[in-house]
């Protein structure tokens, strides 16, 4: 009960306490920079290396690439991403975290989107007008939303597992 309640605590604090949004726009995400005060990018990536083996099914099959306590990149997949012209569509998204002390470079990236077993590759204009303005059709707009919800909830899952002390709450059984 007490871990629960711990959990629930800190989720709501993530909640209040996320540093940064992300946002698409028709060049794709900006990357995020978080700051992490009085933590080593060793430390850094050690909580992110848990982190993914946290949330992920298949962590090892997930991280695409890492350079020990300087980068990771990792691949995910999410059914269900967004609605649109009657269909729902699944994403691959790539996150790249870059560590230096106290801080974390975050990159959120959609590789392809699909649905029924066929992927295709994503175009960061879908939903944008030619000068980069967004489309303001409702399907354009929820899907967007829908986009950058998911993207914020992952970005919000890192920063407060980051923020938390983890080990404090797998001990607490």
Not at 43 to 61: G, T
Not at 110 to 132: A, E, P, R, V
Not at 136 to 162: C, D, H
Request: glycine share 8%; hydrophobic share 40%.
């Amino acid at each position: 009960m007490k871990k629960v309640l711990l959990v629930l605590v800190v989720m709501t604090l993530g909640v209040n306490a996320q540093s940064v949004k992300l946002e698409m726009k028709a060049t794709g995400y900006e990357s995020a920079i978080l700051s992490f005060e009085n933590e080593s990018s060793i430390n850094l990536y050690e909580k992110s290396i848990d982190w993914i083996n946290s949330i992920y099914n298949s962590p090892s099959e997930v991280i695409q690439g890492q350079v020990l306590n300087k980068s990771i990149v990792i691949i995910g997949y999410k059914s269900g991403a967004f609605k649109g012209a009657g269909a729902v569509y699944d994403i691959k998204y790539r996150v790249e975290m870059k560590f230096k002390d106290g801080r974390v470079m975050y990159t959120f990236r959609i590789l392809q989107s699909g649905g029924k077993g066929k992927m295709y590759t994503w175009d960061n204009n879908y939903g944008f007008k030619s000068n980069g303005e967004a489309r303001s059709s409702k399907m354009y707009v929820k899907t967007l939303t829908s986009l950058n919800s998911f993207a914020n909830e992952l970005l919000l899952n890192y920063e407060t597992y980051i923020k938390s002390d983890a080990e404090s709450l797998e001990d607490d059984w």
